[in-house]
């Protein structure tokens, strides 16, 4: 199978053309372009809502073509990386995750507790799956092998705005099949647009 070139946005001041392994098993996740780029400090406020997929798909019995699975059987990762690239604003963030079900699932997903984060200016951090998990506490029942949803960002409900941030969803996922070797390594880069929100 041939080599994949990774096509990463120059936002990102990062070499194009680097040889990424073959893509087996990921497909990208698209991000929705924001249909009006109005928030601010001085406007609607500011919501970013970036999607995540965490654990091991197993293969799922009983699917014939075209009935598939979420994602093909494999390992799935995420880390989303926000960066305050402001140089004298403080940005107070309240992160929450949900759990996206399929439709036809017998209930809606879970929303995690919130949790506040005071970014100073220049500072970035990450959320990673096992921050997620942690959102959701020592719910009941436990949380499945694996899980797929959206984190969202905004600014605390004591009030304020949270402004305009730098944040990107890298994504990494890895071929797993019971009996047959693990696949090679794909990741995708992703920038994710805010939105104006309530």
């Given at each position: 199978?041939?080599?994949?070139?990774?096509?990463?946005?120059?936002?990102?001041?990062?070499?194009?053309?680097?040889?990424?392994?073959?893509?087996?098993?990921?497909?990208?996740?698209?991000?929705?372009?924001?249909?009006?780029?109005?928030?601010?400090?001085?406007?609607?406020?500011?919501?970013?809502?970036?999607?995540?997929?965490c654990?091991?798909?197993?293969?799922?019995?009983?699917?014939?073509?075209?009935s598939?699975?979420?994602?093909?059987?494999?390992?799935?990762?995420?880390?989303?990386?926000?960066?305050?690239?402001?140089l004298?604003?403080?940005?107070?963030?309240t992160?929450?995750?949900?759990?996206?079900?399929?439709?036809?699932?017998?209930?809606?997903?879970?929303?995690?507790?919130?949790?506040?984060?005071?970014?100073?200016?220049?500072?970035?951090f990450?959320?990673?799956?096992?921050?997620?998990?942690?959102?959701?506490?020592?719910?009941?029942?436990?949380?499945?092998?694996?899980?797929?949803?959206?984190?969202?960002?905004?600014?605390?409900?004591?009030?304020?705005?949270?402004?305009?941030?730098?944040?990107?969803?890298?994504?990494?996922?890895?071929?797993?099949?019971?009996?047959?070797?693990?696949g090679?390594?794909?990741?995708?880069?992703?920038?994710?647009?805010?939105?104006?929100?309530?």
């Open positions: 199978m041939k080599n994949v070139t990774a096509r990463i946005p120059k936002i990102f001041d990062l070499p194009l053309g680097k040889i990424i392994p073959p893509l087996l098993v990921f497909a990208a996740v698209p991000y929705a372009q924001a249909q009006a780029q109005t928030c601010s400090t001085a406007g609607p406020p500011c919501v970013y809502s970036v999607k995540f997929i654990g091991v798909q197993s293969a799922v019995s009983g699917l014939r073509p075209p598939e699975p979420p994602v093909k059987p494999g390992n799935y990762a995420t880390a989303i990386n926000i960066h305050n690239y402001h004298d604003q403080t940005a107070n963030i992160k929450t995750a949900v759990i996206a079900n399929p439709e036809n699932a017998p209930s809606l997903g879970r929303i995690s507790s919130s949790r506040t984060i005071s970014l100073p200016p220049g500072h970035a990450e959320i990673d799956c096992s921050d997620i998990v942690t959102l959701f506490g020592t719910s009941t029942p436990p949380l499945p092998p694996f899980i797929k949803g959206f984190v969202e960002l905004r600014a605390p409900p004591t009030g304020g705005n949270l402004p305009l941030l730098s944040v990107t969803g890298v994504y990494t996922a890895q071929q797993a099949i019971a009996g047959v070797a693990p090679p390594i794909s990741i995708e880069v992703v920038p994710v647009q805010p939105f104006a929100g309530p």
